[in-house]
């Protein structure tokens, strides 16, 4: 859950996405400008949720009348030709379709618990652009490995964090926090405890100025009336 800053404390924004979700990927530029514009007045806590946990389910369910696969490959498409920051490969769900979000979540996962939460920042940001740019199946536990040793990260431990159940726990509760704190969509940022959410494909501008104005006027601080 968010914390609320106090005098010399900053900011934390816990952020929930899926890794194969297009809007976290046009989101990821606006979470660079906060984290530049900000800086150390605030922390931003990467968390996951399961949006295509479940792809093929989720194109039955909700993309069967609208072209499968190939109607979501053009909706994603679409969604971000306006952003020149979100390349899109545009073999993306035409020929390369990631089965599910759950390996790369856990990965990342993995790596935290190992290496720590700069590396899995990193990791996860390599695991978007194999995905959006160069359209690599993301949920491919050989193209995860390979990723991690392009990281130059220790692969032993990473795995040890993977076969110990440490890495399943820790995404476990990330999935159970996403659904404790009803969250709708992804990307979502939590703040100020959970007193406000803001998901989907949120200006950089609102983001800013919500935290802004959480920054000067925390709302744990006692009121005069």
């Not at 700069?118 to 740019?133: D, I, S």
């Not at 110990?164 to 969509?185: H, P, S, V």
């Amino acid at each position: 859950m968010s914390a609320t800053p106090t005098a010399n404390q900053p900011l934390t924004i816990d952020y929930y996405s899926d890794v194969l979700c297009v809007w976290a990927w046009i989101a990821q530029r606006r979470i660079e400008e906060l984290k530049y514009q900000l800086n150390d007045r605030i922390v931003i806590r990467y968390h996951y949720m399961d949006v295509f946990g479940d792809v093929a389910g989720k194109m039955e369910k909700q993309w069967q009348s609208r072209g499968g696969f190939c109607g979501f490959a053009e909706h994603v498409r679409h969604s971000a030709e306006n952003f020149e920051h979100a390349e899109i490969n545009p073999k993306l769900w035409v020929d390369v379709r990631p089965r599910s979000s759950a390996p790369c979540h856990l990965m990342t996962k993995a790596v935290e618990s190992a290496c720590g939460w700069q590396a899995a920042e990193n990791y996860a940001l390599c695991l978007r652009k194999a995905f959006f740019c160069e359209a690599k199946d993301i949920a491919d536990w050989g193209v995860l490995k390979h990723l991690v040793e392009l990281q130059e990260l220790d692969l032993p431990l990473i795995e040890a964090e993977l076969n110990n159940g440490t890495a399943m726990a820790a995404l476990m509760n990330d999935y159970q926090n996403a659904k404790a704190e009803g969250l709708k969509g992804s990307p979502s940022y939590v703040l100020d405890n959970g007193r406000q959410i803001l998901f989907g494909n949120v200006g950089y501008r609102i983001l800013a100025a919500n935290i802004e104005e959480l920054l000067k006027n925390p709302s744990d601080e006692a009121s005069w009336c």
